[in-house]
């Protein structure tokens, strides 16, 4: 079934810790998001890609990284965590359509203690 | 930039009753604009949208009217129901040629039983 994936769901790590948080999608979407989102809170875009080897900083500082070397994978990089990055991380994607919503992943809960 | 502007920020209704949330836009160029639903510990999902060329779009209990001239947009939900508590976020989309979306900061909207 055509999804988002997004691994893993909660994870707790010590400050400075390095951590990935990893997206997939099987929708075959060019576009693909990273929003940063405390519970039932605004959505903050950090980063975006229009396409393989295309990423973008977003509207949230973040001290985040990005990468986009296939399609379907968009995985996002915390050098050295701190607790002010405690939060839920969404990946979305969407179709090359200015028409078209967002589809958006299960969230990945991280709490840096 | 775009701005958008949600409110209420929080909604409180007895079930059966009617509840509106409305979003200004400050773009007039703007064309898309979804509505997307987020329950409590979920992803958000689109419940409906509608598109600059349309003034009103209605599915079951859930209807978007748009108002172009003005720079608004409403969800209206009637006969609401326990299930349909959770936080909605109107986006705009399409400013600029961007795929980007702004969204509203959200409405919590609570039906009490």
């Known amino acids: 079934e055509a999804d988002i994936y997004q691994t893993p769901r909660y994870l707790v790590i010590g400050t400075g810790k390095k951590i990935t948080l990893e997206c997939s999608q099987t929708m075959g979407h060019d576009k693909m998001y990273w929003y940063q989102q405390d519970p039932g809170m605004e959505l903050h875009l950090i980063h975006y890609s229009y396409g393989v080897n295309s990423t973008e900083k977003g509207d949230l500082s973040s001290e985040s990284t990005v990468s986009r070397i296939r399609t379907e994978h968009f995985p996002l990089t915390l050098e050295s965590a701190r607790p002010s990055h405690t939060s839920q991380y969404l990946c979305?994607?969407?179709?090359?359509?200015?028409?078209?919503?967002?589809?958006f992943g299960p969230g990945t809960r991280l709490t840096v203690l | 930039g775009e701005n958008v502007e949600q409110h209420p920020s929080t909604l409180s209704v007895q079930e059966g009753d009617s509840a509106v949330i409305k979003c200004t836009y400050s773009?007039?160029?703007?064309?898309?604009f979804p509505w997307y639903k987020q329950e409590l510990g979920k992803r958000p999902q689109l419940i409906i949208d509608i598109r600059s060329n349309v003034g009103e779009k209605k599915d079951q209990r859930i209807a978007v009217t748009l108002n172009k001239t003005a720079k608004h947009f409403s969800l209206h939900i009637t006969e609401t129901q326990p299930e349909d508590s959770a936080v909605y976020f109107c986006a705009v989309k399409g400013t600029g040629g961007s795929y980007i979306p702004t969204f509203g900061r959200g409405t919590s909207l609570i039906v009490h039983p």
């Open positions: 979305a994607s969407s179709v090359a359509s200015l028409l078209n919503e967002q589809f």
């Open positions: 773009d007039s160029a703007s064309n898309y």
